[in-house]
């Protein structure tokens, strides 16, 4: 609250104060196990300075993070993975909390079915910035609304063997983390988009190391990807938000640079070992000027294509270590050609992060002349270079966000095992107690990858890598879309049958609460309210006489 003072010294005095106090119990704060591995870049008062006057409160999402976080903590120590999906709507949030420990909230899914302009489109993270807080705010209000309408119920029971005829609690209260995209713009984005998550209930939250204006869905073609240390301060300013929101929030690293082709910027020397160059140095225009030229004369899409394709091939794009080997092996005059490329690339490699600059002058070293590379010529007409990731790419990156986030994932083609070993061995060989996270993508064709045997197995062999949090992204939308596509048929071809048997029998059978679902959807719950404010009676109750749910108290006939 604002300082009340007299005068001036007063008031300077009290504020200090008041000041250390708030960095007091922000070192505190920083110093519990929760962030052993968590690296900041500021002072608590640096955060303090930023909090204003007003107490700082504790945020559900921050309590349902603290929550997360004993979730994954459990399973890194078991060697088991928490599983879940992308989820859609209420629905699908109350029956996955009988059955799993996380939920999911896809920007896919969102992107197609929830967008805050209803215009539905493609996973290229186009929609309003708060399109999927807001699916976060819809799905935690549910959990909450859902969870408070159990425990009237049970808090009602007279006895414990009336609670046991009702069964264990479910716990609705199921952490949620929810996809960010790559930020949807700059820092100042990142930041508001960050304080919406958490104001409306998200215990985690991850971010990818896209271009916020190219993103792609990770399994689409033409993702550019941006240096590091760019991302970094992504990761840098998720946490500071959160720390200024007295916030716990689960931070989730993503890359796409295990199939990224372009990016943004040749800035970070971490990146200069996968950034493609031209090593033909009779090459007259640069690939944007060729394309240029013809598009001015006149020249149609399709021998564009073929244009840029034969001018790549003219270029001889290569990475630099793959010019060097070339150049030693071409070389006549080397008798000890294998030894040379050995020993470049015992100084030059995919994690070493060294600048191009030093690899041009090793090269220099070994060969005796200028090795000729530029990854100015073939830049695309949209300004960004050429890039070949990879999973040790990814690898890197990976070790470069791991002090800043929680957990870190690589975004992956196919559903490798052997990738998935490499990826995890890569990261805990730096950091060994990492969490990793894993995307069980519909994208993938798994009746290609792998047998059934192996499906039936694949989470926890990746479990027992350290990938605590697996998810199915789009498995909301898939099972929505198989179950209406059904029934819609069935419905045509045999009526009330195709609901009551299909349907409604199965929901009897396997005990699915929505079967009543005036009750689900919380009318005693409500009833209770209005009875409450009515004095314990009203005539307007909706699960009063006369509610057609009476038809289920008694064995269905049908």
Same mark, same amino acid.
């Given at each position: 609250?604002?300082?009340?003072?007299?005068? @001036?010294?007063?008031?300077?005095? @009290?504020? @200090?104060?008041?000041?250390?106090?708030?960095?007091?119990?922000?070192?505190?704060?920083?110093?519990?196990?929760?962030?052993?591995?968590?690296?900041?870049?500021?002072?608590?008062?640096?955060?303090?300075?930023?909090?204003?006057?007003?107490?700082?409160?504790?945020?559900?999402?921050?309590?349902?993070?603290?929550?997360?976080?004993?979730?994954?903590?459990?399973?890194?120590?078991?060697?088991?993975?928490?599983?879940?999906?992308?989820?859609?709507?209420?629905?699908?949030?109350?029956?996955?909390? =009988?059955?799993?420990?996380?939920?999911?909230?896809?920007?896919?899914?969102?992107?197609?079915?929830?967008?805050?302009?209803?215009?539905?489109?493609?996973?290229?993270?186009?929609?309003?910035?708060?399109?999927?807080?807001?699916?976060?705010?819809?799905?935690?209000?549910?959990?909450?609304?859902?969870?408070?309408? @159990?425990?009237?119920?049970?808090?009602?029971?007279?006895?414990?063997?009336?609670?046991?005829?009702?069964?264990?609690? #479910?716990?609705?209260?199921?952490?949620?983390?929810?996809?960010?995209?790559?930020?949807?713009?700059?820092?100042?984005?990142?930041?508001?988009?960050? =304080?919406?998550?958490?104001?409306?209930?998200?215990?985690?939250?991850?971010?990818?190391?896209?271009?916020?204006?190219?993103?792609?869905?990770?399994?689409?073609?033409?993702?550019?990807?941006?240096?590091?240390?760019?991302?970094?301060?992504?990761?840098?300013?998720?946490?500071?938000?959160?720390?200024?929101?007295?916030?716990?929030?689960?931070?989730?690293?993503?890359?796409?640079?295990?199939?990224?082709?372009? #990016?943004?910027?040749?800035?970070?020397?971490?990146?200069? !070992?996968?950034?493609?160059?031209?090593?033909?140095?009779?090459?007259?225009?640069?690939?944007?000027?060729?394309?240029?030229?013809?598009?001015?004369?006149?020249?149609?899409?399709?021998?564009?294509?073929?244009?840029?394709?034969?001018?790549?091939?003219?270029?001889?794009? =290569?990475?630099?270590?793959?010019?060097?080997?070339?150049?030693?092996?071409?070389?006549?005059?080397?008798?000890?050609?294998?030894?040379?490329?050995?020993?470049?690339?015992?100084?030059?490699?995919?994690?070493?992060?060294?600048?191009?600059?030093?690899?041009?002058?090793?090269?220099?070293?070994?060969?005796?002349?200028?090795?000729?590379?530029?990854?100015?010529?073939?830049?695309?007409?949209?300004?960004?270079?050429?890039?070949?990731?990879?999973?040790?790419?990814?690898?890197?990156?990976?070790?470069?966000?791991?002090?800043?986030?929680?957990?870190?994932?690589?975004?992956?083609? !196919?559903?490798?095992?052997?990738?998935?070993?490499?990826?995890?061995?890569?990261?805990?060989?730096?950091?060994?107690?990492?969490?990793?996270?894993?995307?069980?993508?519909?994208?993938?064709?798994?009746?290609?990858?792998?047998?059934?045997?192996?499906?039936?197995?694949?989470?926890?062999?990746?479990?027992?890598?350290?990938?605590?949090?697996?998810?199915?992204?789009?498995?909301? #939308?898939?099972?929505?879309?198989?179950?209406?596509?059904?029934?819609?048929?069935?419905?045509?071809?045999?009526?009330?049958?195709?609901?009551?048997?299909?349907?409604?029998?199965?929901?009897?059978?396997?005990?699915?609460?929505?079967?009543?679902?005036? =009750?689900?959807?919380?009318?005693?719950?409500?009833?209770?309210?209005?009875?409450?404010?009515?004095?314990?009676?009203?005539?307007?109750?909706?699960?009063?006489?006369?509610?057609?749910?009476?038809?289920?108290?008694?064995?269905?006939?049908?």
């Amino acid at each position: 609250m604002p300082i009340s003072t007299n005068n @001036q010294t007063d008031e300077f005095e @009290q504020l @200090q104060n008041q000041l250390q106090k708030e960095v007091t119990e922000i070192e505190n704060w920083w110093s519990e196990p929760r962030w052993n591995q968590t690296r900041r870049n500021y002072s608590a008062k640096d955060i303090a300075l930023r909090r204003g006057t007003f107490e700082p409160v504790t945020y559900p999402s921050s309590i349902m993070a603290d929550k997360l976080f004993k979730v994954l903590d459990k399973h890194n120590n078991d060697g088991t993975a928490s599983r879940t999906f992308g989820a859609m709507d209420p629905v699908q949030i109350t029956q996955m909390a =009988k059955y799993l420990d996380t939920i999911y909230i896809s920007g896919w899914q969102c992107s197609s079915t929830a967008s805050t302009s209803n215009e539905p489109g493609p996973d290229l993270a186009d929609y309003p910035m708060d399109t999927v807080p807001n699916k976060v705010d819809h799905l935690f209000k549910a959990q909450q609304f859902h969870d408070r309408k @159990q425990f009237e119920v049970r808090g009602n029971a007279t006895s414990q063997s009336q609670l046991n005829e009702m069964g264990p609690a #479910i716990d609705y209260l199921t952490p949620i983390v929810a996809d960010a995209d790559a930020g949807h713009g700059g820092l100042t984005a990142v930041y508001k988009l960050t =304080k919406m998550f958490i104001e409306r209930g998200a215990a985690g939250i991850h971010m990818e190391d896209q271009t916020s204006t190219n993103k792609k869905c990770g399994h689409m073609a033409g993702r550019c990807v941006i240096p590091v240390q760019e991302h970094i301060n992504r990761l840098v300013t998720i946490r500071m938000c959160a720390d200024v929101m007295n916030s716990n929030l689960i931070i989730v690293a993503r890359s796409d640079s295990e199939a990224a082709t372009l #990016i943004s910027s040749t800035i970070d020397v971490r990146d200069h !070992y996968f950034i493609v160059g031209a090593t033909n140095p009779d090459l007259e225009y640069s690939l944007s000027e060729t394309l240029e030229l013809a598009i001015s004369q006149g020249t149609d899409g399709n021998k564009l294509s073929q244009i840029e394709k034969e001018w790549s091939e003219k270029a001889g794009l =290569k990475l630099f270590h793959e010019a060097f080997a070339d150049a030693v092996t071409n070389d006549s005059k080397i008798t000890n050609k294998q030894a040379i490329i050995e020993q470049f690339n015992s100084k030059i490699g995919p994690l070493t992060e060294t600048s191009n600059r030093e690899a041009r002058q090793l090269a220099k070293e070994l060969l005796g002349y200028e090795l000729y590379f530029n990854w100015e010529l073939p830049r695309v007409r949209e300004g960004l270079y050429r890039y070949r990731g990879g999973t040790q790419c990814a690898v890197m990156r990976a070790r470069a966000f791991a002090p800043y986030a929680d957990l870190v994932w690589m975004e992956s083609n !196919y559903p490798d095992y052997e990738q998935a070993v490499e990826f995890a061995e890569g990261v805990r060989e730096k950091f060994p107690n990492k969490w990793l996270a894993y995307n069980l993508s519909p994208s993938f064709n798994w009746q290609k990858a792998m047998s059934v045997d192996e499906q039936f197995t694949f989470i926890d062999r990746l479990g027992k890598l350290g990938y605590v949090w697996q998810f199915i992204t789009l498995a909301g #939308i898939h099972t929505t879309a198989l179950s209406i596509n059904a029934f819609a048929r069935d419905f045509k071809q045999d009526g009330m049958k195709a609901y009551a048997q299909n349907i409604q029998q199965r929901e009897m059978d396997e005990g699915v609460d929505v079967l009543k679902h005036q =009750k689900w959807s919380g009318a005693e719950y409500i009833d209770g309210i209005l009875k409450l404010a009515q004095g314990g009676v009203s005539a307007t109750a909706a699960m009063g006489e006369g509610v057609t749910e009476d038809q289920f108290k008694e064995k269905s006939k049908l």
